[in-house]
Every structure is written in C-alpha cells, then in structure tokens.
C-alpha cells in the first residue's frame, strides 16, 4: 500500500549487503548476503518501506560489507569500501564520486553532489544504444512508471532521452552487471 510510504518518497531501490572483495576484472568478487528495498527520498536518503531506518538481520556484528544500491534505470553501484556491521548501518554514496567502486562509477551534480548515472533503461549494468533502442519503442506515455522514465515524472518524452544521452558509454562494474 503506496500511501503507508512518506510523502517525500520519490522511488524503490534494492540494497544489498555483500561479502567479499569486488573484483576489477575477471569474475564477480562478492556474493550476496542480504537484501532489501528501500525508499529514496528527495534528499537522497533510503529509509525502510515502513519508512524507518532500512535493517539487516542477517549480518554478522564485526564483519565487513559492500553495500550495492541498485536503481530501476539507473547504473548501479556497490561502495567503495567495506562497512562494518554494528548496531546501524550507514554510507553516503552522494558525499563524493569515489564513494562508488571503480572508475567513474557515479557523476557529480552541479552542487557537488555524488548521483548515479541515469539511462540504464534495460537494466544490465551498461548503459549502451540498447536502452536507447528500449525508450524510442515507446517514447512518448503518460502516467505510467516504467523503465524509459529516466526524469522519474511519470511521463515518458524526449527529456527521458536526454537523461541517457551523456551517460551513454558507462559501464558498471563486474559486481552490477547481469
């Protein structure tokens, strides 16, 4: 039920905590512990459906983790550096790009903040002609929430397009990839 979420809801993420090392090449690093969906806020934040404070129950207090945030059209990222497992759990991927794994994994905004790379319409971890191809098959619906609503305003048009447009050519890393 839609109308239990906080007002300043704006979408869901899927965050995974992750043991392991991420890998630079070869095959995937980490492997999956936990996940849950979170609500992203306007001011970036992700809270619980409930709206409280997003929990892990099945970490291991001491032990380390990679948080992965993963967006519906957006390039997924996984935290630069572990995080341990205490009481609460907390990592500010907006602070600065290299607060994601790898080579340019996040773009800054025009106030400085972190944000991740929109476009990723067919959700595979590359942004690539592909989910261009996926937004031009339909590239004009209102009031929908689908993939090819890169602006997230319900409305598919051609600002949608130019969300993709400068990210075209991103590559996530071996830990987001499908």
């Keep these: 039920d839609s109308s239990a979420f906080p007002a300043n809801s704006v979408d869901w993420v899927m965050i995974e905590m992750r043991s392991g090392t991420p890998a630079i090449t070869g095959m995937q690093g980490t492997s999956s512990v936990e996940a849950h969906a979170g609500l992203l806020?306007?001011?970036g934040s992700i809270v619980g459906?409930?709206?409280?404070?997003?929990?892990?129950f099945n970490l291991t207090a001491g032990e380390s983790y990679y948080m992965l945030v993963r967006h519906r059209n957006h390039l997924?990222?996984?935290?630069?550096t572990a995080i341990v497992a205490d009481g609460g759990i907390s990592y500010d991927?907006?602070?600065?790009?290299?607060?994601?794994?790898g080579?340019?994994?996040?773009?800054a905004s025009n106030d400085g903040k972190a944000m991740l790379y929109g476009g990723d319409y067919v959700p595979d971890g590359v942004i690539q002609?592909?989910?261009?191809?996926?937004?031009?098959?339909?590239p004009a619906i209102l009031d929908t929430y689908i993939l090819t609503d890169g602006t997230l305003d319900g409305i598919v048009q051609l600002t949608d397009q130019d969300i993709w447009f400068p990210n075209k050519a991103k590559i996530g890393t071996l830990e987001i990839r499908f």
């Design 93 to 101: 991927f907006s602070s600065d790009i290299t607060q994601a794994f």
């Design 41 to 43: 806020l306007t001011d």
């Design 76 to 80: 997924d990222v996984i935290s630069s």
């Design 49 to 56: 459906t409930d709206g409280n404070p997003l929990k892990f």
């Design 129 to 138: 002609n592909s989910d261009n191809d996926a937004w031009e098959a339909a």
């Design 103 to 107: 080579n340019l994994q996040q773009v």
